[in-house]
């Protein structure tokens, strides 16, 4: 039975809760057993003195309370780079809960993202609570596409994956920046605690597991629709397309994804009215593009992902992301028969051989984070060298050399750190942002692990044919989150797996989508279902099982559902059947029936 963990009601209950009084001195702690987003609302019978000496705090882990109590004494203690909490209270007193209708009170106008609550009764009365509910407002997703093996690790982290995605799905309207949206009332955020915002290359990996997943792919439309709209119009960097939603941040990287973004939309969905309508759109990317490439055709970055890693410049993982643009824009001119395709083939193949002769070392596979020798000691980025992969600037044998080297120098028991060598201080200086405090900038990518990496990696292995290596990522980083009690990937894990908690109580995201896209590559690599022309008309099924016994797979696409169970069998041949719907055509592997309708 395919794991889900996604809510069976919209309307949500702590576990166990019945009416009760709360008397003085008594503290209770609810537990809606997994992390909820949602509108909290409380039904109670108390006076407005008591109400104003009854604490609550709320958290998605218990290990954070203690930071929140901190804040009733000083306001100022949960800080960080980014407020820990956007337009979130997950601390204070009762009367500060917004009256409602016979007695119930909502906590607050915005979505309150927990899965404890707690209150303390410091008043001298009893409090009368009758009901406690949280009216969840993720997008009401239908799970059509769904995974399932006999590695039940595996199935968690496919429900996982998709959940997160689920949770960062919300009503436009909470947006940071109110961004409502032609096609949907809902958007696709990265965080749904912290951010609260569209970022382009969070979305990217985040939309490939709603597709493969969800029966709603407008909602997809409908988030890069909103970062096309704010495409700069003006000024030094006319046609780029922002790194944000809320902020319009100028971010070269998250540009480069978006377009990578709308392909693989049009690809899956066959919009090709949306594509035809964005053709301008994209020629003045192009034409930016253009205004930023240096004599060598790459385009020098403001900074990485890998924000508080002083990276500006050539940056491998930029000039990847340049090299899967261009690709990308290759095949949509191509299908809306654009003369530009013709250009940005060219410019793709330039891109490629930049790359290799600008990040490539003696005697090392890795391509390095930064153009070779330009530092004292080259570092290597996991970012680029798995983009490099996947997007084919390094030829299969380079690729599995690659990925050995990521297991020797980058794979701890929890995951693979980003950079090697880390970042030393009395090697390397101050090498964090001068806009970030020393405290607040040295832990978040040195020697750290991010789910968002850990995906690509299991995508990258995934595509080179490393089935098992693949899903052994998947595991480790998995079963961190889970022997947690937690439900959605991080933004980030500590070393150890442990939260991502600063020393002033400040906490990265603990629901962050891009974490999520294993659950992708589980339906499209290991059950092995692409497609090959867009909208799924034309597809294939090419099930790469590795040590599974079998796998179960459907996939949403505009024809219907394409159905895929593959086994192994004694002799080790893979052997299935996939069910397709009439209007397609499916090319499969040897050992696997078709059948239509």
């Known amino acids: 039975m395919r794991i889900s963990f996604s809510p069976q009601e919209r309307r949500l209950v702590p576990d166990g809760f019945a009416p009760f009084e709360l008397q003085p001195g008594q503290k209770v702690r609810f537990d809606f057993q997994v992390k909820r987003a949602g509108l909290l609302h409380m039904e109670l019978d108390g006076s407005a003195a008591a109400r104003s000496q009854i604490r609550y705090a709320y958290t998605s882990d218990e290990r954070l309370f203690p930071s929140l109590y901190r804040c009733f004494e000083d306001e100022a203690w949960v800080a960080g780079r980014f407020p820990a909490y956007v337009r979130m ?60 093996c006999n590695d039940d690790l595996i199935n968690e982290c496919w429900a996982m994956g998709t959940y997160t ?87 070269y990287e998250w540009t480069m994804w978006t377009i990578v973004n709308l392909w693989e939309y049009v690809l899956l969905t066959g919009d090709l009215a949306y594509l035809q309508a ?38 491998s993982g930029l000039a990847m992301a340049q090299k899967a643009a261009w690709d990308a824009l290759v095949q949509m001119f191509s299908l809306v028969k654009h003369p530009m395709q013709e250009y940005c083939r060219q410019q793709a193949e330039r891109t490629k051989r930049s790359i290799l002769a600008q990040f490539s070392v003696p005697s090392n596979p ?137 020393d002033r109580g400040d906490t990265l995201s603990l629901t962050h989508a891009w974490g999520g896209t294993g659950s992708y590559g589980l339906q499209a690599y290991v059950a092995g279902i692409q497609p090959l022309a867009p909208g799924f008309g034309n597809f294939s099924v090419t099930p790469s099982l590795g040590s599974l016994d079998w796998v179960k797979a459907e996939v949403p696409t505009p024809h219907g559902i394409i159905e895929v169970e593959a086994e192994r069998t004694k002799s080790g041949e893979i052997r299935g059947t996939v069910k397709y719907p009439d209007q397609t055509e499916c090319q499969v592997s040897a050992g696997m029936e078709k059948l239509r309708g």
């Open 165 to 251: 995605v689920e949770l960062c799905s919300q009503p436009s309207k909470y947006t940071q920046r109110s961004l409502q949206g032609p096609y949907s009332d809902y958007v696709i955020w990265d965080g749904v605690r912290r951010d609260k915002d569209i970022w382009g290359g969070d979305l990217r990996p985040a939309s490939l597991t709603a597709l493969y997943a969800f029966d709603q792919p407008e909602i997809v439309k409908n988030t890069i629709e909103l970062l096309l709209t704010l495409q700069h119009t003006e000024g030094e960097e006319q046609g780029i397309i922002p790194g944000s939603g809320a902020y319009g941040q100028i971010f």
């Open 89 to 148: 209270r997950p601390y204070g007193q009762l009367d500060q809960w917004l009256s409602g209708e016979e007695g119930a009170y909502l906590l607050e106008e915005d979505l309150t993202v927990l899965r404890y609550l707690e209150l303390d009764n410091r008043s001298s009365e009893p409090l009368s609570i009758r009901r406690l509910w949280l009216d969840y407002t993720a997008a009401p997703f239908q799970h059509v596409g769904g995974f399932e």
């Open 366 to 502: 890795l391509l390095t984070m930064i153009p070779a020798g330009t530092k004292d000691r080259d570092r290597f980025a996991i970012d680029g060298n798995l983009w490099a992969i996947l997007h084919d600037v390094v030829d299969p044998s380079r690729g599995e050399q690659i990925l050995q080297e990521i297991e020797k120098q980058f794979w701890t028991e929890r995951g693979s750190i980003n950079v090697v060598p880390v970042f030393d201080e009395a090697v390397d200086g101050a090498w964090w942002w001068d806009v970030l405090p020393q405290q607040s900038a040295v832990w978040r990518h040195n020697n750290n692990i991010w789910p968002y990496m850990s995906a690509y990696e299991t995508l990258a292995s995934f595509h080179a044919g490393r089935t098992d290596r693949g899903l052994e990522v998947m595991r480790r980083v998995g079963r961190s989150h889970l022997e947690q009690g937690h439900k959605t990937y991080w933004e980030m894990m500590n070393l150890d797996g442990g939260l991502p908690i600063g």
């Open 278 to 315: 964005n053709v301008g759109r994209l020629c003045d990317v192009v034409a930016w593009m253009n205004k930023r490439m240096e004599s060598d055709g790459l385009i020098s970055g403001l900074n990485s992902w890998m924000y508080s890693i002083d990276a500006r410049g050539k940056i």
